[in-house]
């Protein structure tokens, strides 16, 4: 995990540490003061290549198709444009939003071109497309983290929730890209397995451990999983209330366990943008209803220095439970180990 560290503080160029503590600096103030000060650009950006998804997981947007946007792929043009004009600034880019980043065919050429500007790139796939071929030109592409969705250790369990999944399919484009490092010498990507816990396969945490071992994965993490309809219960929170974004009130409804503080460094330092040039303030905001800008009718920092979006900053400080995405917020419910 060290030599994971390592590698992105070495995406840290002067420009960039100066950005950040911009930034920093600008979150303090704004949160003393009520009133939002941000002069300074993202360090951190998720961009979206596609909605599409070959699974149907049924706390997904991508999963249940039920998005009101349209499905689409990412332009490439659009992203270098972006991407140009945020590198000095910009220390970490996930290519992942909503849908399965290798269905996009020019996926793997964004993420190059995003690592020959030494910018620190991650993605979250279902590995169901991480044939041998496609596994050497992931780690060619110099992709510095791979985050491959397990959710489950026997295929009973797996496909209880990634509908439509094959989990061979996992353990073998997983044992693909562990040996296309090796035989490329590479020490990237950083691949870590993660466990979405719910109910029918939290019995399966210790199993999931030991196969993360035993395949050789770089690290293993247990997320916590949103809920969309969680007032009433659901078959999908699990027992171990470790694992739950939800705790049971005296009422027997359920409400989610975290407090939510009137300030959200994420709104400071990172954004999200969709396949079709869409800028949202945060990766809850699935359907994209909060629409800052389109970065395809605009620069990307008229989108971020824009009054829709000094006001929506503005609210959040004020009252951050009123916004309808923040109220299934996971910060600080993620479970790592």
């Not at 969309?228 to 705790?247: F, H, Q, V």
Request: glycine share 6%; hydrophobic share 35%.
């Amino acid at each position: 995990m060290w030599r994971d560290y390592i590698n992105f503080l070495s995406k840290l160029t002067f420009k960039r540490a100066i950005n950040a503590l911009g930034l920093v600096l600008g979150y303090v103030i704004s949160k003393i003061t009520k009133t939002p000060v941000n002069g300074f650009l993202p360090v951190a950006l998720a961009i979206e290549p596609t909605t599409s998804c070959n699974l149907r997981c049924p706390e997904c947007p991508s999963g249940l198709r039920s998005f009101t946007r349209p499905t689409g792929m990412l332009d490439v043009v659009m992203f270098e444009k972006t991407i140009s004009e945020l590198k000095d600034a910009l220390l970490y880019l996930t290519f992942y939003f909503q849908g399965e980043p290798f269905l996009h065919k020019d996926f793997l050429k964004m993420v190059k071109s995003a690592t020959q500007k030494k910018i620190y790139t991650s993605t979250s796939t279902n590995a169901h497309y991480l044939t041998p071929e496609n596994a050497e030109a992931t780690v060619q592409s110099g992709i510095d983290r791979v985050i491959i969705s397990l959710d489950g250790t026997t295929q009973e369990t797996y496909e209880q929730y990634r509908i439509g999944g094959n989990l061979e399919k996992v353990i073998e484009g997983t044992k693909n890209l562990i040996a296309a490092k090796k035989a490329l010498k590479s020490s990237t990507p950083h691949v870590i397995f993660q466990f979405l816990v719910v109910k029918p396969n939290e019995h399966q945490i210790q199993d999931a451990k030991a196969l993360s071992k035993s395949l050789g994965v770089d690290e293993i993490r247990f997320k916590t999983a949103q809920i969309y309809d969680y007032e009433d219960g659901s078959a999908l929170i699990p027992a171990n209330e470790k694992y739950a974004r939800y705790k049971k009130t005296a009422s027997g409804k359920f409400e989610i366990k975290n407090k939510l503080l009137n300030h959200c460094w994420k709104m400071w330092h990172s954004t999200v943008i969709t396949w079709d040039g869409l800028v949202v303030p945060c990766c809850f905001d699935k359907d994209a209803e909060y629409r800052m800008g389109n970065v395809s009718k605009q620069s990307f920092r008229e989108v971020w220095s824009s009054e829709k979006y000094l006001s929506f900053r503005k609210q959040l400080i004020g009252s951050r439970k009123n916004i309808e995405m923040c109220k299934n917020c996971t910060e600080g419910t993620k479970i790592w180990g």
